[in-house]
C-alpha cells in the first residue's frame, strides 16, 4: 500500500514514488502557535498557497481551528467561514492537492464540495460521528492522526510505557474503522501526531522509531515544524526553530516520513531532495 499512491476524489492521486512528500500549513486562525503560519482571509491564503507551491509544495493543509496545547473550541460557523472561501479561492487558481485540517463532518463535507482532497483529522475521525461517511463519500484520502486527551488537556502529565507501540496499536484500529466506514485502503494516511499529549521523550522516541510505523502498510505523515519539543531541546522560541526542523524532518524522512507538514516549505523541499536521493543510493 506504501509503496504505491494515495487515491484522491476526481481521479487524482499522490505519487509515493516521489516520496518523501512536502504539505505546507496555511492557517486561517488568528491564534495558530507559530504567527508565521497565519493567513487572515481568502486573499492572504491565496497569495501563501501560491509562494509555497511555487516553492515546490506537493499538498496544501489549510486549518480553521488551532489545536495547539489549550486552544479553545472554535464554532462551525465560525470554521466554516474561515476556511471554504479560502479553500474556493485556492482551487480556482491551483491544481495542488489540498486538505482541510478540521475534526468537524460539516467543514470536511463543505471544504470537499469546494475542491479539498484530503481530510486531515486530528481526531482520527472519533470526534464527529459522521466523519467517516463524508469522507467515503466523496472518495477523500483521510489523514488519521493520534492525541490523547483533547487539546485543552492533552499536556497534562501525558506518559506511555511504550509511546510509538501504543500510538500505533491505536491508530491501526483507527484504520481499521475507516476501511469499515468505507475508507479504501490506499486512501489512509497514519500521523503519530507529535506534541499532541507526549513528552519531549516521546516525540523523540516516535521519531526514532518512525520505521516501526510502516510496518502497518500505510503511508506516514509527521508533523513537527517549530513545536515546542524543539524549542525544549534547543532552548529556542518559535521564531527561531527553523533549522531544528529541517534538522527533525530530515531524521523523520530518513526514518521512512512519507510526508512532512511543514510552515516552511523551500527547506523542507531541500530536505526532501536530498532524503530522495539517499533512497535511490544502492
Ligand atoms: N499539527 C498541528 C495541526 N494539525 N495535523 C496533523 N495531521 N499532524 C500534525 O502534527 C498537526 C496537524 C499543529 O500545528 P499548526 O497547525 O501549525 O498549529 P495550530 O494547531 O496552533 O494551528
Do not use: C
Not at 21 to 42: C, K, Q
Not at 189 to 213: M, Q, S, T, W
Amino acid at each position: 500500500m506504501a509503496e504505491g499512491r494515495i487515491g484522491l476524489p476526481r481521479g487524482r492521486s499522490l505519487d509515493l514514488a516521489r516520496a518523501p512528500l512536502v504539505m505546507g500549513v496555511i492557517n486561517l486562525t488568528p491564534d495558530s502557535f507559530w504567527e508565521g503560519s497565519r493567513a487572515d482571509g481568502a486573499e492572504a491564503a491565496l497569495a501563501t498557497a501560491r509562494a509555497m507551491v511555487a516553492e515546490g509544495a506537493d499538498i496544501l493543509d489549510l486549518g480553521g481551528e488551532s489545536t495547539r496545547p489549550g486552544s479553545a473550541y472554535v464554532s462551525e460557523e465560525e470554521e466554516l467561514s474561515r476556511v471554504v472561501p479560502a479553500l474556493a479561492a485556492i482551487r480556482a487558481e491551483l491544481d495542488v492537492p489540498i486538505s482541510v485540517d478540521t475534526r468537524k463532518a460539516a467543514v470536511a463535507r463543505a471544504a470537499l464540495d469546494a475542491g479539498a482532497d484530503i481530510v486531515n483529522d486530528v481526531s482520527a475521525l472519533e470526534d464527529d460521528p459522521d466523519m467517516a461517511a463524508v469522507a467515503a463519500m466523496a472518495g477523500a484520502a483521510v489523514v488519521l492522526m493520534h492525541k490523547k486527551g483533547t487539546p485543552l488537556d492533552m499536556q497534562r502529565d501525558p506518559s506511555y510505557a511504550d509511546a510509538p507501540r501504543e500510538i500505533l496499536d491505536y491508530l491501526v484500529a483507527r484504520a481499521r474503522q475507516a476501511r469499515e466506514a468505507g475508507i479504501s485502503p490506499d486512501r489512509i494516511v497514519l500521523d503519530p501526531g507529535i506534541g499532541f499529549g507526549k513528552r519531549v521523550e516521546d516525540n523523540l522516541d516516535i521519531i526514532k522509531h518512525l520505521a516501526r510505523f510502516k510496518d502497518a502498510g500505510y503511508p506516514v505523515l509527521v508533523g513537527l515544524s517549530r513545536k515546542s519539543f524543539l524549542g525544549a531541546l534547543t532552548g529556542r522560541a518559535g521564531a527561531e526553530r527553523l533549522a531544528g526542523t529541517v534538522a527533525a524532518n530530515a531524521a523523520a524522512m530518513l526514518a521512512g516520513a512519507d510526508i512532512v507538514r511543514v510552515h516552511d516549505v523551500a527547506p523542507a523541499v531541500d530536505a526532501a531532495a536530498l532524503v530522495r536521493a539517499l533512497r535511490q543510493r544502492p
